[in-house]
């Protein structure tokens, strides 16, 4: 009797890689740049009998649905959107994994609940990226606090109150106290600061480190420094907190998103006392600020270091490995 492909690939691999194959896919596609390690992209040929990795981003939802075609298996990473329209006319898909972070359905870039509805089991990956940027934090706040390194046209950066300073006494307010979020608190509290923070709850980890929960208008008042670290699509501060955080302040978003409501936000960063620092253009909201004055942005993602790809690939095997479809 003529073997199938499956018991082929059974016998081609040593035993302790079988699990990968009691339920292998067809195709398996990979639609834009996933940021895979090249062991991992090979270790996804032991999932599926034909594997395609695209290496440029969907121009249109056209091309996504042409990318896909008769697959079973799609990754993607956070650039395309995988919306009801690809799926509904993507028939075989079963499994699509997100290889960038996963937070809730609301934020995701593929629509969940039609998924779910479907039957197509979707999983993505979190922390992977939050330690490069802790390091992105401290970095910028030290040389704005010291005067480090020189601005744009040559000269010298002057320390934020004109003489340097240590992060020791500085009272930072954390908007979101997730991972990411306590992170950045453990890190900026190592160093002396006074943490406050806002979250959907009071933490009982944060209190017993010394951290204080604060309603989100008390701690824009109270703060020096204010730290957004929320999920994508987020927005908690508008006029309000604006006007409470007042001038001569340094705010930081560190999410994939704004966390403010842009007409509010401008106004309060045309204030020439006022400071915002975002590493990529998503977190700053609009690619017009990027000149701003009062705007310091890398425009690149902080958290995508070497480490984070490797972290990025092991979880993305995992959970193809986990996968029972």
Known sequence: MEQSNKEAAYLKYPAETHIYFLDMFEKLIAIEPISLIPSAEKELHNFAKEVVLHQDIPIDINDIINRIGDADAVLLSYTTTLTKEVMERCKNLRYIGMCCSLYSPESANVDINYAQQRGIVVTGIRDYGDEGVVEYVVSELVRCLHGFGTNLDGTQVIPWNNIPEEITGLNCGIVGLGKLGGMIADALCFFGANINYFSRSEKEDATKKGYQFLPLPKLMELSDIVICSLNKNTVLLHKEEFEKLGNHKILFNVGLSPAWDMTSFEQW?????????????????????????????????????????????????????????
């Not at 310091?296 to 984070?308: F, L």
């Not at 095997?317 to 986990?322: A, D, M, V």
């Open 269 to 325: 960063l045309n204030d020439g006392r006022n400071l915002c620092f975002c590493d990529s253009l998503g977190a700053l909201g609009n690619d017009r600020l990027l000149s701003h004055p009062n705007v310091r942005c890398m425009n690149v993602s902080a958290g995508r270091t070497r480490q984070a790809f490797e972290r990025l690939s092991q979880k993305v095997i995992q959970n193809l490995s986990e996968y029972n479809g």
